[in-house]
Structures are given as structure tokens and as C-alpha cells.
């Protein structure tokens, strides 16, 4: 593992990869853009997931409603770059006539305070809570956010309901659409595979973020409540602040990516924020090792590229092999999901790369 080699050859793996991820859209995109789309929701899912690893890996505060943020994020950047607005609010369209005139990147940054006054107002009423019950109310958050979603049509029409909203803005930096491609000399690179570039600088900003806390003094609080929040107290730590804290900081992960996965597609609906996605994302957090940042992003790479691969990979294979679609692929993806999660759970209960420890003996 990572943290058994020394500083140099740490460094150096750390490069080697670093490189690798840089050129890897390349080689994909030999493939086709798909695979490129694969490899730019995998750095959404990490994000994701490390933010959840917040919550439920430092803090130790199992949190089921997770996609409630990621539906905040999204639908935040949908309303303030879509036309959907100005269309159902005259006042709005007479006070902003040619739009909010805000950058895209700042309102992924505004996404992700956003998110965090919800993780907030989540963590307020349920500071006293722990385990199941804790899961239990966090769930019903997340469903509730949903539920809003589906229904803010009416009597005023905020979010369109479940036909969504469409025509949101793509991102742009530096005065460059990301909808469209950029040719640099004989290098043309598409659009897809500038989302994953974007995707990934707010991926690695995360994981270093992500190692900073760990290693410091919020991180060993989070980890003290996590162990034993009546000792943490006693201790002098304040465990309401460090829980809201915890929840605050992994819903503006989980802001972050939503609003990049709105400007991605170009259009948000409830269908994308189900419980199933909150389940998958805790999943990751769990198959990957509970507070091991390395860990979550294995975990999150496997329970999301996977599965992708084989919505592409597994009708063309069953041909070839049985002449005939044996198992459709998507019941294939979740059978392949269920007996990972229950192998690993057998063998591998702290995860694949569980927390290391801090002391020895």
C-alpha cells in the first residue's frame, strides 16, 4: 500500500499515475467518446463518494440521504443558467433580461455553499441521533428533497417537475464553451474529453482537501466521535459543531458534482436523484475501506466503471458466445453489484483498503 513506501517512491508512483490519468481519455477515446463519458463520471462518483467518506468515514455518521446534495447542486445550477426561470417568472426576466450574468465556475463554487447550508439544516435536528435511526431520518431527507423536486410545478412552477429542466448552460472557462471542441495544433480534443479534464482538477482538489483533513485536528475529532462520541465529548472536543461540520463539508462535495453533472447534460429530473443512487454511493464508501481516501476512490471506480463497461460490453460478448442475449445487461450490472457487495462484506468487512492504523502493537 501507498502508505508503506517510502517519501520518494511515493512521489514517484504518485507522478506515474498523475501522467497516466492525463493521457487516459486519449487511449479511450480510441474507443469511442463513451468510454471518455465513463471515465468523466467516474471522477463525478469519486467526488461524490469522497464527500459521503466525510460523513460516514471520519465522523462515523451513516448518512442514507446523500443524493439529496448532489440533487441540490444540480437543480442550482439548472435554475440559474436555464431559461427556465426568466420563462415562469416575468419580475426575473424584467430584472435580469439577458440572464444572471454569472460565470458557470462560480456557480459550481455557489453550488457548493448551496449544499452545505442544506447538509446544515440536515444536521441540526438530528445531532443526537446515531446508527439506525440516524440512517433512518437521513433517508427520509433525501427522499423528501426528491418528493420537492417532483412537485414544485405547482402552484408556481420552480422546478418543472418530473419533465425536468433543459437548456442549462454548458461550462465554460476562460471564455471557451466545454459543449464544443478545441482544436490545439493538430490536437483536436473533444468535449467530452474536456469535462473529464475539468472533472478531474475538482477530483484531485478534493482528494487533497480530503488527505488535509484527515491529517489534521477536525480529522482527529471527526475520528474521535466516530470511536466514542461520549469520550470525544469528555475530551473537550465539540461534537455539535464537528458533526455539523462533517455534514456541511461532505454536501459541498456533493454540491460540487452536481452542478458539474447538470452542465454536463444539459438537463436535470427527480429520476437522477433516486435512493438507489444514495445506496450505490454509501456502497462505494464501504467496498472501498471507511476512511481511506484511497480506498473510496477504488471503491468508487469499481461500483460505477464497471458497470458501465458492461452495459456496453455485455450484449456484444453474449452474442459472440451463446449467439443469443443470455442476461440483459442491466440486470447482469446489478447481479455483478449484489454479489460484490456480499462477498466483500463476508470477506472483506472493513473493505478493500481498510484505515490503516495509527499506532502499532
Known sequence: ?????????????????????????????????????????????????????????????????????????????????SPHLHDQFTFISQLFPIGFGLNTIIIVIMAAFVAAFF??????????LRGDYLAIVTLGFGEIIRIF?????????????????????????????????????????????????????????????????ENSRIGRAWLAIREDEIAAKSMGINTRNMKLLAFALGASFGGISGAMFAAFQGFVSPESFVLMESIIIVAMVVLGGLGNVYGVIIGAVLLYAIPEILRLTARPIQDAIFGFELIAPEALRMLLFGTSMVLIMLYRPQGIFPRASKHNG
Open 149 to 213: 423536486l417532483n412537485n414544485l410545478n405547482s402552484p408556481i412552477n420552480l422546478t418543472n417537475g418530473p419533465q425536468g429542466i433543459g437548456g442549462i448552460e454548458p461550462l465554460t472557462i476562460i471564455g471557451n464553451d466545454l459543449s464544443n471542441s478545441i482544436t490545439i495544433g493538430f490536437i483536436n480534443i473533444p468535449s467530452v474529453q474536456l469535462h473529464y479534464y475539468l472533472f478531474f482538477l475538482f477530483a484531485l482538489l478534493i482528494v487533497i482537501v480530503s488527505f488535509r483533513l
Open 119 to 128: 447538509g446544515i439544516m440536515l444536521g441540526f435536528p438530528i445531532l443526537k
Open 1 to 81: 500500500m501507498l502508505s508503506q513506501l517510502s517519501k520518494n517512491n511515493k512521489r514517484i508512483l504518485l507522478a506515474t499515475m498523475l501522467i497516466f490519468l492525463l493521457f487516459l481519455p486519449f487511449f479511450a477515446g480510441y474507443f469511442g467518446n463513451a468510454w471518455i463519458r465513463i471515465l468523466a463520471f467516474s471522477l463525478l462518483y469519486i467526488m461524490l463518494a469522497l464527500g459521503l467518506n466525510i460523513v460516514v468515514g471520519y465522523a462515523g455518521l451513516l448518512d442514507l440521504g446523500y443524493v439529496a446534495f448532489y440533487a441540490v447542486g444540480a437543480y442550482f445550477y439548472a435554475l440559474l443558467t
